[in-house]
């Protein structure tokens, strides 16, 4: 979709300003309803039994003592879960319908085994302690790269690695081989002046959202039903749940409640299709809200990896070949983001030659779900860690040394598209002129700058829009507002129909009420819901206009639609006083029914979003702590609807990225039991643990949405893991190889290394 | 489960004594409401202890402060006389989680949660607090080091709880100071902690000193080794390092989630150091 006109020079009167979001009064006061706040009359309270093994044969489940227990009203298996047709065409459904309910085998600590629904919590628990199950526990393995040798535990005796035309036809945990590139590499190696290679991992962080996973199924006698629940997509959930179950799609709607936090790990279900289970067989409503134990022993972390980077450059800082090998492990099923992590490693630069290979593995951890830009943020860490020693090396200036082969509007990207407009140059230089970067740094402090890249989604969106009686407009989008998106919604409606931002009220609407969206992924919403919600404001304004000029009795085309009102098109049209929209409104009835507007769409166009991170951090030297001083992000938003929702989408993605570089990270213990599955010992950062994140928004139009809109949501965690390393590095004269940079690691790290790196 | 409130400390020995199943007591409730609800523990009974004022109060008694099992640690800490005398008790008790944790958690359930990890309890112990007891049998003091027998363990008899702590009574030149380790600022639990207090002459010389260490074995340790190494020392650096040195030797922890044996041998050295530091600085300012 072409640019109406140079954004540039358009004014806005309701986008770009600062608005009260529509949902804040609600969530301060605690009126909002989550996921957890729904009842209903003779609700049943449902319960999962957890696989206390990280891999282990299922022999047998006695759920007979659970059953006889008075208040049990229902219990499911995998049993319950049958061989429909639809499920075993779609393997990712077939894996869904695996990791929702073990079947043979229990593959992680925490996979649901069985369940139960029961008038009260209290005999729920009771319950699931009666159900007998006989494992026959297995060999495990957790680590992706002991997953990747030929003597490891198989998990699933189906997988051979595709993408190998010589893969051998044996059982493997190894799903998946990638490969991506161009030119010559080993030329490229040749020609540099200055080669680095370093061996990187990162752990398994989660996606951490405040709000455990909830939800509330109602299957009534004629097999038609509602599910209420916190999630980032309403109509996956339908989807998903209505054939995990065997029903067809129109019997079950779905309605999404207030969503705290997801970040990408409500894409998918996990209790969902199991409280449908629970109730059809129940006949009443249950009830299933996670404790935090399980979001993290059964809920989807983001993969851990083993990342090793190789890049030469000349002494001009030209890079002239850039090398990665990426192991993935995304726990239990084939499907970690390793695809993404090798086509976002190289993204920001243009080198001359380019091999990057990934590996999929599967390993006796829970199925990963996305987490924010999945994929990108632990091989953009292994990549600007090389970029910025690279820098060193040579002697240039990091920020210059990027600049110098920065991905630029028009360039062929690493990964294969050519780039449209896009605002890298403009984040590096914007960070360049800032004060932080010339605040002269104390002993034990270093800085670090890195910059990232994250592709952005369009798919699929329908909004509709429809006018009330008084004029103001009633807006039902299909996309969950993780972020603040409704009220950039309202300021888009309402800059398009000229009317005051309070004049909107968007809803996030049931699956029964609109057509089909994707799931709020991929940064997808201000973009794609936003472009749908601008043309059903025109298509709403052009049925104004025709409504008018039936009243005025013109042509159709002779009205026009400004600041809200409709007004005769030229001289010619006649001499008409404007019409307001609330006139208009109140005329509705007479000039032909109800007003409304909508589009449905298959975006295309979601232009990438780029940004740079700046950071200084402090280092005790005796205990390895890292203190974060300073941090600055620059980040494109091509234009920001609700420039606070964006600087907080920058800021949120950053503080989820310190965390993953300093602290957060699945233990595991020796059975493959993971020892810290609550928020005391996954340590995400608290408030306390940072300064002010400073953010600069940089406006360079994506000219795939009329008013210049890219997303923002997700680029903001890519940068942080290996902006925070290099500040490490420059601050202690040794480079972190390994995520977190826990205090033990980097006190290890400090004393292996009392060499300082000859170029840092 | 049947909750209780009494509003005597009789009245809460006779509730605790007659109960046939699991009694708990409630004080803060920061420990225990957590366990509850995380399915840790399921009690029979447990006894509020908010109701009773006598355990709602921090009093100057004739050999010491008394502070009751019911003072939260932000109580303790807006009490000018406890901050100024004990420091590092009160700094310790100011580190319990968060502040809004710190509104409700008492030292008295930090004692008697009995984690080795506990903030106050080896602030207590190297201030030599005595916790007084009352049970069935009547009122005992004992050294607050006796209470915990091991992690969640303590030496309290069936009907006993901890009713109030007295900080005893300083010499002149005397203080204290706490200082642990956690990877973030707060919301966390001790990878180290260690408590120190010392007493120094006109000439600032150590002359006496206790050292106790948090997180680094099942119980809280005294570190004699490490007291020694300060006494007749201005606490110069060879004294600290011998003090440190002592302190990562008598350290005898485990590889877990929130450290590893090496690093919390040398952390517990290094915040030895710098606590012995802060206190003897604290106890010149007291001569």
């Known amino acids: 979709m072409p640019l109406d006109r140079d954004p540039a020079d358009r004014t806005y009167k309701v986008v770009g300003h600062r608005h009260n979001r529509p949902d804040g009064i609600d969530k301060v006061t605690g009126r909002a309803k989550f996921g957890a706040d729904l009842a209903a009359p003779g609700l049943l309270h449902g319960r999962i039994l957890r696989s206390p093994h990280a891999h282990a044969r299922i022999k047998s489940i006695d759920t007979s003592k659970a059953l006889a227990l008075e208040g049990v009203k229902a219990i499911v298996t995998a049993a319950d879960f049958p061989d429909h047709p639809q499920v075993l065409e779609d393997g990712e459904l077939t894996n869904i319908r695996y990791n929702v309910m073990a079947r043979e085998k229990a593959l992680y600590d925490g996979h649901a085994v069985a369940a139960v629904a029961a008038s009260n919590p209290r005999i729920a628990a009771k319950a699931l302690k009666l159900i007998e199950v006989d494992y026959e526990v297995l060999p495990h393995v957790v680590d992706v790269e002991l997953a990747m040798k030929d003597d490891a535990p198989i998990l699933h005796?189906?997988?051979?690695?595709?993408?190998?035309?010589?893969?051998?036809?044996?059982?493997?945990?190894?799903?998946?081989?990638?490969?991506?590139?161009?030119?010559?590499?080993?030329?490229?190696?040749?020609?540099?002046?200055?080669?680095?290679?370093?061996?990187?991992?990162?752990?398994?962080?989660?996606q951490g959202y405040i709000e455990p996973h909830a939800c509330l199924a109602n299957i009534s006698g004629d097999g038609s039903g509602d599910l209420w629940c916190c999630t980032q997509g309403q109509f996956m959930v339908r989807d998903v749940c209505a054939q995990l179950n065997g029903m067809d799609v129109s019997k079950l709607r779905v309605t999404p409640s207030e969503i705290g936090g997801g970040f990408g790990g409500k894409t998918t279900v996990f209790i969902e299709p199991v409280a449908v289970a629970l109730s059809r067989k129940a006949g009443k409503p249950v009830k299933i809200v996670m404790n935090r134990g399980e979001v993290f022993r059964a809920t989807g972390p983001t993969a851990s990896s083993a990342i090793w980077v190789k890049m030469g450059c000349k002494r001009d800082g030209t890079i002239t070949a850039a090398q990665a090998e990426l192991k993935y492990q995304g726990g239990a099923f084939p499907g970690s983001p390793v695809s993404m992590g090798a086509m976002t490693a190289f993204a920001c630069y243009q080198p001359k030659t380019l091999k990057a290979i990934g590996w999929d593995v599967v390993t006796n951890r829970p199925k990963q779900a996305a987490y924010r830009a999945p994929g990108a943020p632990m091989a953009a860490f292994a990549v600007e860690s090389i970029v910025e020693e690279l820098a060193h090396t040579i002697g240039m200036d990091p920020v210059d040394f990027r600049l110098k082969n920065a991905a630029t509007s028009g360039s062929k990207s690493a990964y294969g598209p050519t780039y449209s407009d896009i605002g890298?140059?403009?984040?590096?230089e914007a960070v360049k002129a800032h004060p932080n970067y010339a605040i002269k740094l104390g002993p034990n402090q270093g800085r670090g700058v890195a910059s990232g890249f994250w592709f952005n989604f369009g798919g699929q969106t329908a909004v509709t829009l429809n006018l009330n009686i008084d004029g103001t407009v009633a807006l039902s989008v299909g996309t969950p507002d993780i972020g603040g998106s409704r009220a950039s919604m309202c300021a888009m409606a309402a800059e398009e129909l000229g009317i005051p931002y309070h004049h909107v009220q968007t809803i996030i609407a049931d699956t029964g009420s609109l057509g089909f969206n994707d799931v709020t992924d991929g940064s997808r919403v201000t973009f794609a819901s936003g472009l749908a919600t601008i043309e059903a404001a025109r298509n709403a304004a052009k049925v104004l206009c025709e409504r008018a000029a039936k009243i005025w009795g013109i042509p159709a085309d002779a009205v026009t639609w400004e600041n809200g009102c409709a007004v005769p098109a030229g001289p010619n049209a006649g001499e008409f006083p404007p019409m307001t929209i609330k006139e208009l409104a109140k005329k509705a009835g007479e000039t032909g029914g109800p007003i409304a507007g909508h589009f449905e769409v298959s975006a295309d166009g979601a232009g990438p979003s780029f940004a740079t991170h700046l950071v200084d951090a402090e280092v005790d030297r005796e205990t390895g702590r890292i203190t974060i001083l300073r941090y600055l992000i620059v980040q494109d938003a091509g234009k920001a609807v609700s420039p606070a929702y964006v600087e907080g989408q920058m800021q949120g993605g950053a503080v989820q990225g310190i965390g993953w570089a300093l602290n957060e990270e699945y233990i595991y213990n020796d059975k493959g039991v993971m020892e810290n599955p609550g928020f005391l010992d996954y340590r995400v950062p608290?408030?306390?643990?940072?300064?002010?994140?400073?953010?600069?928004?940089?406006?360079?139009?994506?000219?795939?949405h009329p008013y210049g809109v890219r997303g923002v949501g997700e680029t903001s965690i890519v940068p942080p893991l290996g902006a925070v390393a290099n500040a490490v590095a420059a601050a202690v004269g040794a480079r972190p190889e390994e995520l977190p940079m826990s205090p033990p690691r980097l006190l290890k790290l400090m004393k292996e290394q009392a060499q300082p790196l000859a170029a840092e | 489960m049947r909750y209780e409130s009494p509003t005597t400390v009789e009245a809460a020995v006779t509730l605790l004594a007659n109960e046939a199943g699991k009694a708990h007591i409630l004080a803060g409730g920061t420990d225990?409401?957590?366990?509850?609800?995380?399915?840790?523990?399921?009690?029979?009974?447990?006894?509020?202890?908010?109701?009773?004022?006598a355990l709602k109060s921090i009093t100057m008694e004739s050999d010491g402060l008394r502070v009751g099992a019911a003072v939260p640690s932000a109580m303790l800490n807006e009490h000018a006389d406890a901050v100024a005398g004990w420091p590092g008790v009160c700094e310790a008790a100011i580190l319990?989680?968060?502040?809004?944790?710190?509104?409700?958690?008492?030292?008295?359930?930090?004692?008697?949660?009995?984690?080795?990890?506990?903030?106050?309890?080896?602030?207590?112990?190297?201030?030599?607090?005595?916790?007084?007891?009352?049970?069935?049998q009547g009122m005992r003091d004992v050294p607050v080091e006796e209470i915990a027998t091991g992690p969640g363990k303590t030496s309290l008899a069936k009907g006993e709880f901890v009713d109030s702590i007295l900080l005893p009574k300083r010499a002149p030149g005397t203080s204290d100071a706490y200082l642990r380790f956690i990877p973030r600022t707060e919301m966390d639990i001790a990878v180290v902690g260690v408590g120190i207090c010392v007493t120094v002459d006109k000439t600032g010389t150590c002359t006496a000193a206790r050292v106790a260490l948090g997180a680094v074995a099942a119980k809280i340790l005294v570190v004699e080794a490490a007291a020694q190494a300060l006494i007749g020392t201005k606490g110069d650096e060879a004294a600290l390092n011998a003090l440190a040195a002592a302190c990562s030797a008598a350290a005898t922890p485990i590889d877990d989630k929130r450290g590893t044996v090496a690093f919390r041998k040398e952390i517990a050295g290094t915040l030895a150091k710098r606590a012995a530091k802060i206190a003897l600085s604290r106890a010149e300012k007291n001569l």
């Open chain 2, 32 to 53: 225990l409401l957590v366990r509850l609800r995380s399915g840790f523990i399921e009690p029979d009974l447990i006894v509020d202890l908010k109701r009773i004022d």
């Open chain 1, 686 to 704: 608290v408030a306390s643990d940072l300064p002010m994140i400073d953010t600069q928004i940089v406006e360079v139009p994506n000219p795939g």
């Open chain 2, 96 to 136: 319990i989680g968060s502040t809004q944790v710190q509104g409700r958690a008492t030292i008295s359930g930090n004692l008697c949660n009995a984690s080795p990890a506990a903030d106050s309890v080896p602030a207590m112990v190297a201030a030599r607090a005595i916790a007084r007891i009352s049970g069935p």
């Open chain 1, 157 to 206: 005796d189906h997988i051979r690695t595709e993408g190998m035309e010589d893969a051998p036809d044996c059982p493997t945990n190894v799903a998946e081989r990638i490969e991506l590139g161009y030119g010559d590499v080993e030329a490229g190696f040749a020609e540099a002046d200055v080669v680095i290679e370093r061996q990187f991992r990162t752990g398994a962080a989660h």
């Open chain 1, 424 to 428: 890298l140059v403009e984040t590096l």
